[in-house]
């Protein structure tokens, strides 16, 4: 009994004692846990093993930021890093939203987290960071740069590019497939990159969580259809590291391309090798020595047209940002490449070049995020004029996107080719085609009535082309009409000709020529009634008892030979007119000469003379006004009558200076629509108007 007692006392005693340090040793060995999850985490974020890193802070993010709000606003950031560097800039902008609630409290934060707004287009925030940036480091040119992008990126958006795009879903897998270039001289196979199941190497790639990358490549049967992409090869070019990017000389026999060696917890950087065709096989790769520093990662190779230059990618010492582009010359094929050159800071910026490829002419195309763009990496092209690259050029929408756009290429001596974009729903990697879009143009508008605005069914709109086709429309019920593309084609100047019985018929003119660009064009009439009301044409000055027509009022008659050209139907009375001053005889015959001056200048410019009757009615007939107008500051009613009596009445010299002016004036009046040149003459102007003076005294 006293053993059994003995034995059950000391039982409860540790029992109690296990109980009461429990939780003691579970709150140390979790701090220990969560400890060393912190630390792992940064050591595969010193390695860029971003999709690791990110891991490890999820884990232990939860606990810490309980205890230590400074360490959790600093895993958060990290966080938010990691996650855009494997393209989910979702949790990427949640990550830095936290990171900013905990009070992080580093510059880097917002220029970062408005990088990510853009390619979350949220672009009224973005730009709210950008400028918060600017004021924190008015030196670093990133806050600029965004604000100019969001600019850009509206404007890009308003006004798509010449180019459709469209997903490859042939070349693209549930991983990465990125960078394509062509695999022979017909262009009829494709080589890129790509982290799908059948890579060699079936670890994951610590950066991405995917597959390391190897070339692929994909034939174009006689259908020009593309088949299922296989291995380049097993060997020797593809291994169980990373190879990617290629790039292949105008001959299509020699590879170049990028490989990234690692060993275990050991990155050995990025090199550019080189493969000989060997017939149907690739030869043992050559790594081309560009550097001698083995710290220093190079890749995304792109050789010149003439082989002569090789463009590649480094953040090597002595460069303008984070990645720039590099050149090596050489003077012929058979030498080795010289010493690396930096393009520059035309080319370079602050952020990340990379991506380069030269197409046959010359023109180099590359990626970036430091220059203006829609978010992510954009792509740009950039000439060589002299020793200089001219201003690089945004290539626009819908081939760049608010996410990563690059690795571009185009078919030879085409305007469309392949390249690569993240903008998917699956936010990977994927292989795109463009191509230059059908351009096609089309005409709509309405035809009303100029006074009423109602509009005219059933009226005639005939569109003539430079090219000498003739199309015919007719209004619809609402006034409407329409001209397709198959009516419309490519540089072509359109005149567009609206009729209707009873009205003067109009001309407009819209031009395709040079239009780089599909559009719709909008043209709307206003036919004014044919009445038997004169109409006034803008004013016409004389020097004093002068007749000649001065040139700066000749403009003024455009419209009117516009109107003669326009309804060659419509014979005309151009009637002209004197103030109240003066007698009957000299200003009839004055006003008389004024009118065919009028009509003179008209028939110069190949107006039939049988169409117009010039006739002065001296001071006669005294200007009704139809309209209320202001002249000189004076208001003068509609329905006022200017009669020598009225102005005589007007208390100031100047208003009645300003009736006389009114008077004295030029019109037109249409007096028949029935014209036919076949029957009542020809366009020669060899038979003279007739002149008609009337003499008769006021009643």
Known sequence: MFIKFSFFRMATRSIAFFIFFLPLLLVSEDLESQARRIERGDEAFEQRHYYEAVEYYRRAYSRISRRDRDEAARIAYNSAICYSKINDSRRAEMWFRRSMRLGYDDPELIV??????MKNEKYDEAVEQYKIFSEKKPDDPRGETGIKSVELTQELLENPSIYSVEVQRQFNSRYDDFA???GDHRESSLIFTSARDESMNSKDDPWTGQYHTNLFISYQDRAEDWGSPVLLDEGPVNTEFNEGTPSLNPGKTLLYFTRCVTE??????CRIFKSRREGAKWGSPQKIELVNDSSISIGHPAISPDELKLYFVSDMPGGVGEKDIWVARRNNVNEDFGRPVNLGQVINTHGNEMFPYVREDGVLFF????????GGLDIFYSEKVGDEWTEPVNMGYPINSNRD????IFKSNQRKGYFSSNRGVRRGDEIYSFFLAPLEFSLKGTVRDDSTKWVLPGATVQLIGSDGTIEVEET???GKYYFDKRQMKPDQTYDILASYDGYLSQRGRESTVDLERSREFVYDFYLEPISDVPIALPEILYDFDSWELKPQFQDSLAGLVETLMNNPNIVIELASHADSRGTHEHNDLLTQRRA????????ERGVDPQRLEAKGYGKRQPRKIMETIERDGFVFEAETVLTEEYIEDLPEEEHREAAHQLNRRT??????DDFDPEIEGDQTGEEDVPVRIDLKQDD
Request: aromatic content about 12%; hydrophobic content about 45%.
């Open 112 to 117: 970062r987290f408005a990088d990510v707004l």
């Open 596 to 603: 065919q001056a009028v009509v003179d200048f008209i028939i």
């Open 264 to 269: 275990e917890g050991k990155d050995l950087g």
């Open 667 to 672: 019109e037109f009046m249409v007096l028949r």
């Open 476 to 478: 619809d019920r609402d």
């Open 367 to 374: 990626a970036s995020d430091g220059h203006p763009g829609m």
């Open 405 to 408: 756009d690059f690795g571009i």
């Open 180 to 182: 394509p270039t062509y």
